[in-house]
Structures are given as C-alpha cells and as structure tokens.
C-alpha cells in the first residue's frame, strides 16, 4: 500500500510540474503573438491565439 502511494505521489508531481511548463509556455507564447501581430497590424487576438497555442505545444515538449 505505501509504494502504491509514493507511486501516485511521484505521478501527480510529474504531471503538476509538466502542466507547470505547458501553462508558462502557453502564457509566453500569446504575448509573443500578440506582438508579432500587433507590430505587423494583424489582429492581436488571433496572434495571441496562436502563439499561446504553439506555446502550449513548445512548453510540453521541452519538459
């Protein structure tokens, strides 16, 4: 019973800390699209849009 809970414990760490990178990753990577988009006269919810979302995916993998 003990492994079986510093199993769980150990996953749920993982996952937190890797939810952790995936939300950081999402947050730099909207502004970044906002940006871009802004300086380019693009509509800056769109490039916030789609930098969040390649953020999300940049941030996932690197963890």
Do not use: N
């Not at 019973?1 to 990753?25: D, Q």
């Not at 802004?38 to 979302?53: I, L, R």
Request: with cysteine; aromatic share 0%.
């Amino acid at each position: 019973m003990r492994k079986m809970l510093l199993s769980t414990l150990l996953v749920a760490g993982a996952m937190s800390m890797s939810a952790c990178s995936t939300l950081r990753g999402a947050a730099i990577g909207g502004a970044g699209g906002a940006g871009v988009a802004a300086a380019t006269g693009k509509s800056v919810e769109k490039g916030a849009a789609v930098g969040g979302v390649g953020g999300a995916v940049v941030g996932t993998v690197v963890d």
